[in-house]
């Protein structure tokens, strides 16, 4: 059963950090799926933040994710991270972890939700001034 369990949410002020986690089930989980993050924010839906790719490419961001956010997984292991500096209000929301299937050597990245299979649970992230 394929399972995807986020941590490390919390709450924060304006300008703190804060580093999620995603752990795979299985320890060769990620070299099928390409590893994305989403964050759904009160009144929006649900919205792409970062995704990494394994081949040839450097990590995708969301336009507000770019110099504040980073993407990574721990070398081949099961876990990806999202680490997150320099918060605002606007980043308070649940973040989830999802899972795009490989379909090729080279890793087209998926921006939508409808690109993601599996989906964790969401761990809430909170900012507030």
């Known amino acids: 059963q394929v399972q995807l369990v986020e941590s490390g949410g919390g709450s924060v002020q304006t300008g703190g950090s804060l580093r999620l986690s995603c752990v795979g089930s299985g320890r060769l989980f990620w070299s099928s799926y390409i590893p994305g993050w989403f964050r759904q924010t009160p009144g929006k839906g649900r919205e792409f933040v970062a995704a990494?790719?394994?081949?040839?490419?450097?990590?995708t961001y969301a336009e507000f994710a770019k110099g504040r956010f980073t993407i990574s997984r721990d070398g081949a292991g099961n876990t990806v991270y999202l680490e997150m500096h320099s918060l605002k209000a606007d980043d308070t929301g649940v973040y989830y972890c999802a899972a795009q299937p490989r379909r090729s050597i080279i890793d087209v990245v998926s921006t939508t939700t409808e690109g993601y299979t599996y989906w964790g649970q969401g761990t809430q992230v909170t900012v507030s001034s």
């Open positions: 990494l790719p394994r081949s040839r490419g450097s990590p």
